[in-house]
C-alpha cells in the first residue's frame, strides 16, 4: 500500500532548539535555522522539499511543534499526528 501524502506544520513559535527532529529524520529535509530565532530567541527547524511524511519528527518532538495530516489533494486532510493535547500548531511559520 502506497503512503498516502503528507503536509507537515511547524510550531516554531513553540520550538526551543533542542534538534532532536533533524537528527531522527531519515531525509534529512529537516535544518535548523542559523540566524533567524523566534520570540523565545531558540533557532527552529525548517522543512525542505523532500518529506516523506514518516511522522518521526511528530513523535519525537518534546514541545509538539509538529503535525502531519494526510489525506486530499496535496495532503491536506485528515491529521494522523501531533499535540496528543489537541491544540493545533496553527501552521508552518
Known amino acids: 500500500m502506497a503512503r498516502v501524502p503528507a503536509t507537515v506544520t511547524i510550531d516554531t513559535e513553540t520550538c526551543k532548539g533542542?534538534?532532536?527532529?533533524?537528527?531522527?529524520c531519515p531525509?534529512?529535509?529537516l535544518v535548523m535555522t542559523t540566524a533567524e530565532v523566534n520570540a523565545k530567541g531558540y533557532r527552529y527547524p525548517v522543512l525542505l522539499d523532500g518529506c516523506t511524511g514518516c511522522e518521526l519528527c511528530a513523535?519525537?518532538?518534546p514541545d509538539f511543534c509538529?503535525?502531519?495530516y494526510r489525506g486530499g489533494p496535496g495532503g491536506a486532510g485528515v491529521?494522523?499526528?501531533g499535540d496528543p493535547r489537541g491544540a493545533g500548531a496553527g501552521g508552518v511559520r
Open 79 to 81: 491529521e494522523m499526528q
Open 66 to 68: 509538529f503535525e502531519v
Open 18 to 24: 533542542c534538534v532532536l527532529c533533524v537528527d531522527v
Open 27 to 29: 531525509p534529512r529535509v
Open 59 to 61: 513523535k519525537i518532538c
